[in-house]
């Protein structure tokens, strides 16, 4: 019996290992990628950044969601679930806020004559990247909360929506990932998922549906967004998209 409750806490304790470092790694690629034009500006003043003032409240909203996750982690971790439901509530109002910026801002960069800062590819066919991981990321946090009484489902479908919006930090990397164009931060960003469903096969002995559904839905959506570009039905939706702006 006693062997038994120490595999369960040695069990819950590795669960609670594995999203508390994944929720940290998330951080630091988002770091690494936006140090230069965000995090640490005023010490890389040449670097070339968005200068409108709306994404400096862009990045500081969404900085903020993933260092609400490493704490909700953190706060399952010590036991502190009773913190952990009262934060979800500011999650979910910061996950609206973040769709309305990261749209907001995806069309304003579209608009722009130079385009999306330090991406060379056209920025109408470029904004059904920022604006699709906007759509899998809403989604995500969505079911997430309408699975908030399944844990198991709930952690996964949190973990996929932070993962689906990593690709912007990936292509800022100081590393020059940006030359080898979105194929290049997808494949980085899907190792996210390879780690979760490692961890599913050495926790459960097999897949979680939500890493298998959610996990081909991401990475199914990457292609498609690709071959969806340079259409003329997304360009035409493009253009009446920036249009709104005025």
């Not at 971790?77 to 009773?82: K, L, P």
């Not at 969505?142 to 929506?161: C, E, N, T, V, Y």
């Amino acid at each position: 019996m006693k062997s038994t409750v120490r595999t369960r806490r040695a069990a819950w304790s590795s669960e609670r290992r594995f999203y508390t470092g994944m929720a940290i790694a998330m951080f630091l690629t988002v770091y690494f990628g936006f140090a230069q034009s965000f995090f640490l500006r005023p010490w890389f003043p040449d670097v070339r950044a968005a200068h409108e003032p709306i994404f400096y409240l862009h990045g500081a909203v969404f900085a903020a969601w993933y260092i609400l996750l490493i704490a909700q982690a953190s706060l399952v971790a010590v036991g502190r679930s009773d913190v952990h439901v009262r934060l979800g509530r500011i999650g979910a109002g910061l996950a609206v806020l973040m769709i309305l910026l990261g749209t907001l801002g995806a069309l304003i960069a579209a608009r722009r004559p130079t385009g999306f800062v330090g991406i060379p590819i056209p920025p109408l066919q470029f904004l059904v990247i920022p604006l699709g991981d906007m759509l899998i990321f809403g989604t995500f946090v969505g079911l997430a909360i309408a699975r908030r009484h399944d844990p198991q489902s709930h952690k996964r479908l949190m973990l996929i929506a932070s993962i689906a919006m990593l690709g912007a930090a990936i292509a800022r990397w100081p590393i020059g990932i940006k030359a080898y164009g979105p194929p290049a931060f997808f494949g980085i960003l899907d190792l996210f998922l390879v780690a979760l469903a490692l961890w599913d096969i050495a926790s459960r002995r097999r897949l979680h549906p939500v890493t298998i559904w959610g996990g081909l839905l991401l990475v199914a959506s990457q292609p498609l967004r690709l071959m969806l570009s340079g259409t003329a039905a997304w360009l035409s939706f493009a253009r009446w998209a920036v249009g709104l702006l005025g």
